[in-house]
């Protein structure tokens, strides 16, 4: 948001900006181009539109979609003469630096890393690129991986002690791992319509409920948090279509039909500490 507006302001013209992120209710706070009947609407298509209102000249085309697909590569970028950076993910800004070296365009590499943040002038011959010195390794993690997309096993592991922090410990909206059924990120293609219609508080801005709140409602019912941890949750991310382009697609889990096999090579050992449990196991030690 800060970034279009300023470059905007400062007389640019010609703009195309890429996300591939929705508007959630934590936004609402710092994201100014943004607002509560914007809730579930792709960011870019909406920041243009912010945009226009204080800048009319200015061409923008905005696009609902990830920088790593394959249609965004070295021919996409030759038709630009610089590109701004605003990334949270360390991936995807080794992958535009990549790009922009090969396409030999100037990159303007910003962004942030927990409490950190950076700018960056990179020029192919002139000047160091992003990947050119060693990164210390990642120790946190953008909220959208570790709630939509883990990949890693370090991403699971941040999920369940943000799990934990929710369920038992200090509330802390930036690590709530899976908003409720009231929050308009759990409400699909209808999530916008549903922020819009909800009353706003006297100062216009939305309530959201917590998982600690959602969990000690329904009295920390096991069945229920499985439930809409592992199955609803995941139904939700799954009708993000473009999420799964390149990823391989998660697989919501039904308490009542829980698959009762252990891994391969887990299941000779007779040892029970050594005992890789079934999904079914797990779970019938989890409602104890």
């Given amino acids: 948001?800060?970034?279009?507006?300023?470059?905007?302001?400062?007389?640019?013209?010609?703009?195309?900006?890429?996300?591939l992120d929705t508007i959630d209710v934590s936004n609402l706070n710092r994201q100014f181009l943004?607002?509560?009947?914007?809730?579930?609407?792709?960011?870019?298509?909406?920041?243009?539109?912010?945009?226009?209102?204080?800048?009319?000249?200015?061409?923008?085309?905005?696009?609902?979609?990830?920088?790593?697909?394959?249609?965004y590569g070295v021919n996409f970028y030759k038709g630009f003469d610089l590109c701004l950076n605003a990334l949270d993910n360390r991936a995807a800004r080794n992958h535009v630096n990549r790009m922009?070296?090969?396409?030999?365009?100037?990159?303007?590499e910003s962004g942030t890393a927990g409490y950190l943040g950076q700018v960056t002038v990179i020029r192919k011959g002139v000047t160091e690129c992003y990947e050119c010195h060693p990164k210390p390794h990642q120790k946190t993690f953008p909220g959208c991986t570790i709630r939509n997309t883990p990949s890693e096993p370090i991403h699971c592991i941040v999920w369940a002690k943000h799990l934990f922090n929710q369920l038992f410990g200090e509330d802390d909206p930036d690590q709530d791992v899976s908003p409720d059924t009231e929050d308009p990120e759990a409400a699909g293609d209808?999530?916008?319509?549903?922020?819009?219609?909800?009353?706003?508080?006297?100062?216009?801005?939305?309530?959201r409920k917590s998982t600690k709140q959602w969990a000690q409602d329904c009295d920390y019912s096991t069945q229920k948090l499985f439930q809409k941890l592992y199955h609803d949750d995941i139904k939700y991310l799954l009708s993000m279509d473009k999420l799964w382009t390149k990823r391989r697609?998660?697989?919501?889990?039904?308490?009542?039909?829980?698959?009762?096999?252990?891994?391969?090579?887990?299941s000779n050992s007779n040892l029970e500490d050594q005992k890789v449990w079934s999904v079914a196991e797990a779970v019938s030690y989890l409602d104890k």
Avoid at 190 to 207: F, I, L
Avoid at 249 to 266: I, R
């Fill in 190 to 207: 209808k999530a916008g319509q549903a922020a819009a219609d909800k009353e706003a508080n006297a100062d216009g801005s939305v309530t």
């Fill in 249 to 266: 697609k998660p697989n919501p889990l039904d308490w009542d039909c829980l698959p009762d096999t252990s891994p391969e090579g887990n």
């Fill in 34 to 71: 943004f607002q509560k009947q914007h809730v579930g609407k792709s960011k870019s298509a909406v920041a243009r539109e912010s945009a226009l209102r204080f800048a009319p000249a200015a061409n923008i085309k905005s696009y609902h979609d990830s920088i790593m697909k394959e249609e």
């Fill in 1 to 19: 948001c800060e970034l279009l507006k300023n470059i905007v302001l400062s007389g640019f013209q010609n703009i195309e900006m890429i996300d």
């Fill in 100 to 108: 922009c070296l090969a396409a030999n365009i100037p990159l303007v």
